[in-house]
């Protein structure tokens, strides 16, 4: 009987097969943050940053560049006419902050590659990442203000919120790949208790030890630690729900690991947000797949 049967004939596993965690503790060198990121992060913490730098950053990657266009153009923002370049992206249609977190977003991917195969192979966490992005920018842009969500922010803690596979892939390859072989003959299996029971550890404390190696926001770092846990009620409660209400509408086109397909009315209720208008945000998403669709091609061929 193989290490998948085995798996399948029992309905919990007491002890972890591997344990990773001292193996974690251990590692000296987690991958670096590109220089792109680091010049975009710096642009960010400085208070007399101009467009003219931002745009002179994204303009060293043509591919990034031709994205943010594209974007601006999409259906998302009902832009009445074309944009055609970076400056009228910014100040006519998405603005300073969110253009910046677009460009970091897809910097950040640069520092990894994943094996293409598998639920969590590369299109697949890229599909899952772009697509939660969007869907949770776009709620944004409706209720940001009263949530106290800035939608730049959130659509960079949602694209990185499983940055932990990354990870995993990255200094685990064998882990990652019986991972995938899992979860591939157990779909329904909730992902982070199946992480536990195989691994001893999860893709959400791999996403914070990453993200804290990097500097990167407190906000960003909770939401990847705490996006599977739905009691959480701290500082970030809102992003954290936001991004987990987003999953769990996107698990329902499979393009996401959510441990349930069905909104949580609680967390709607959290989030003074009616289930419907989730919809509605979901329907104008889909009007964007093909722009989408391009961007998650972008990423997998960083």
């Known amino acids: 009987m193989n290490s998948v049967s085995k798996l399948e004939s029992s309905d919990q596993i007491r002890q972890p097969k591997l344990d990773l965690r001292e193996r974690i503790n251990q590692i ?3 991958p670096s943050i590109p220089d792109m990121a680091l010049r975009i992060l710096e642009l960010r913490d400085d208070p007399d940053a101009t467009v003219e ?8 990657d043509p591919a990034m560049a031709a994205q943010v266009i594209r974007y601006a153009n999409s259906p998302l923002y ?10 009228d992206a910014i100040f006519r249609v998405l603005g300073f902050e969110t253009v910046l977190y677009l460009a970091l977003g897809s910097a950040l991917a640069k520092a990894f590659q994943l094996p293409n195969d598998g639920p969590f192979g590369l ?7 772009i697509f939660s992005a969007a869907l949770v920018q776009r709620v ?3 209720h940001g203000r009263e949530l106290d969500i800035k939608p730049g922010a959130a659509y960079l803690c949602a ?8 990870v995993l892939a990255t200094l685990f390859e064998s882990e990652y790949f019986w991972l995938n072989k899992v979860l591939t003959a157990k779909p329904d299996f909730p992902v982070t208790a199946m992480e536990y029971q195989l691994l001893g550890t999860s893709h959400t404390e791999l996403s914070k030890m990453l993200m804290e190696s ?6 960003i770092i909770t939401v990847a630690k705490e996006h599977h846990n739905l009691e959480y009620d701290g500082e970030y409660a809102n992003t954290v729900n936001l991004v987990q209400v987003c999953d769990q509408l996107l698990r329902s086109h499979n393009l996401s690991d959510a441990d349930s397909d069905e909104i949580s009315l609680h967390l709607c209720s959290k989030l003074k947000i009616d289930d419907s208008e989730l919809y509605l945000a979901m329907d104008d ?5 093909d722009m989408l669709e391009s961007m998650i091609k972008m990423f997998v061929n960083n």
Do not use: R
């Open 78 to 87: 009902g832009q009445h006419g074309t944009i055609d370049s970076l400056q």
């Open 53 to 60: 730098q931002l745009v002179e950053i994204i303009q060293m």
């Open 285 to 289: 998403v889909l009007e964007s797949s």
């Open 28 to 30: 000296d060198d987690l």
């Open 123 to 129: 299109k697949a966490f890229w599909g899952n990442a």
């Open 159 to 166: 694209l990185l919120h499983n940055i932990g596979y990354l």
């Open 214 to 219: 990097w500097n990167l926001p407190e906000e």
């Open 140 to 142: 944004a842009n409706m």
